[in-house]
Each structure stands twice: as structure tokens, then as C-alpha cells.
């Protein structure tokens, strides 16, 4: 139990277009969800927090306009990079709690590996 | 010691030794702690949890120790296999707050 997947798992892009990241509960429904990115050799940085039907939280200097967060159902939250560019090459996760089940533990999905040409 | 930029720290260890992994965290008031494992390529997979109110905990091979007087959290895995070697990031909470990560050891288990 407790599976969360990510599509794409790599995605290769050109500067200046969008791409659009997928996370879904596969088990369990998640009121709340994370993204997370990830450089090289660095530790998970976080990002937004994902709330199901409301705005998400984004953390201090992370551009809420470039990182769209829909959290649109209790199984799926997307992150979209809009006008990507090199700089926004990275490893994407993400991950949720687990409603209703007095939980911390958050459970990640696999990752996505963005790449801007 | 603690990881600076682009480097790890990087522990090396023979299959079959013990490995010990150490993490100190920085907010007193994190109540809750928990190790993660993350292979190349892949996202942070659980291991092992701990909450404040405790000292140790075991699981399959792996035991967590938490010393809050001195805001240290070590994980200890018995008998280290190859497959053993990844990425070990202890991360930090309190409440249902967001999870703080630490800057992750790479441990390297050699056949």
C-alpha cells in the first residue's frame, strides 16, 4: 500500500515551453501532497505544498507563477513549469500524507527528471 | 562531517560490517524523525521512524537512536549488503508540519 507514481519519469524539453508533472495517490486518497526538486549530489528542497482544493503553499523564493500546482482530486496533483528553461533542470518528486490516518509519514513518489534544452 | 555544496559525505564499508549513519537535526521542537533511503535515479524510500518519546527503535536490520539532548539521529544497519548502497537522508517534523532534510550520506558497501 501507500504507492505514489509520478509521469513522466524524464521528460526532455526546449526552452520556453511548459511541462506538466503528474503525482497520483495509487492507494490512498491524499489531502495534502509535496514537490520537492532536487539537484545533483544536494538534499530534497521543498517547494509548495499541495493542498486538494484549495491555493498551494509555496515556499520562500519559489516563483508561484512559473510553478503552477493544481491539486484538482484527492489522488492527483500536477506541477507545471511554465517557460522552462536550463535553470529549471532538475529532479522533481513528490509526495503525500495519507488522509485520515493520523500519519506523518509522507510517501514519495519515484521522480521526475526534467531536462531544458 | 557535514556535506558542503556539491559533496556527500561518503561512508565506505565492507559488506557484512555494521554501518553507522548520523544526522544531527536543528529544531528542538521536531517531534517526529524519519530515515529515508534514496537510490540513484529514484525517490526517497522509507525506512525507519521515530518519534521523540523514544530513544531506539528496531526494524529488519536497521535500528534507529535518537538523542534529543544533543539533537543527534543516528541509523545503524547490521550485516550491510551491495544493495544496501544508496543515499541516506534523515528528515525532521513536528506535528503535521513540513519535513526538514538533512544533506544525506552516501554509503558505499563494497563485495
Known amino acids: 500500500g501507500a504507492v505514489v507514481s509520478q509521469h513522466p519519469s524524464r521528460v526532455i524539453c526546449k526552452s520556453g515551453t511548459s511541462v506538466k508533472i503528474e503525482c497520483r495517490s495509487l492507494?490512498?486518497?491524499?489531502?495534502?501532497m509535496f514537490w520537492y526538486r532536487q539537484f545533483p549530489k544536494q538534499s530534497l528542497m521543498l517547494m509548495a505544498t499541495?493542498?486538494?482544493?484549495?491555493?498551494?503553499?509555496?515556499e520562500q523564493g519559489v516563483e508561484k507563477d512559473k510553478f503552477l500546482i493544481n491539486h484538482a482530486s484527492l489522488t492527483l496533483s500536477t506541477l507545471t513549469v511554465t517557460s522552462a528553461h536550463p535553470e529549471d533542470s532538475s529532479f522533481y518528486i513528490c509526495?503525500?500524507?495519507?488522509?485520515?490516518?493520523?500519519?506523518?509519514?509522507?510517501?514519495f513518489g519515484p521522480g521526475t527528471r526534467l531536462t531544458v534544452l | 562531517g557535514e556535506s558542503v555544496g556539491l559533496h556527500l559525505p561518503t561512508l565506505s564499508v565492507q559488506e557484512g560490517d555494521n554501518s553507522i549513519i548520523n544526522c544531527a537535526y536543528s529544531?528542538?521542537?521536531?517531534?517526529?524523525f524519519i530515515w529515508y533511503k534514496q537510490e540513484s535515479g529514484k525517490g526517497p524510500q522509507f525506512i525507519i521512524d521515530?518519534?521523540?518519546?523514544?530513544d531506539k527503535r528496531q526494524g529488519q536490520r536497521v535500528t534507529v537512536l535518537l538523542n534529543k539532548t544533543v539533537k543527534h539521529l543516528s541509523l545503524q544497519i547490521a550485516a550491510t549488503q551491495p544493495g544496501d548502497s544508496a543515499v541516506y537522508f534523515c528528515?525532521?517534523?513536528?506535528?503535521?508540519?513540513?519535513?526538514?532534510f538533512g544533506k544525506g550520506t552516501m554509503l558505499l558497501v563494497s563485495p
Open positions: 521515530i518519534r521523540s518519546n523514544m
Open positions: 492507494d490512498f486518497q491524499a489531502t495534502t
Open positions: 528528515a525532521e517534523t513536528s506535528g503535521y508540519s513540513t519535513l526538514t
Open positions: 509526495s503525500a500524507h495519507a488522509s485520515g490516518t493520523g500519519s506523518d509519514t509522507q510517501y
Open positions: 499541495s493542498n486538494e482544493g484549495s491555493k498551494a503553499t509555496y
Open positions: 529544531n528542538s521542537a521536531s517531534d517526529y
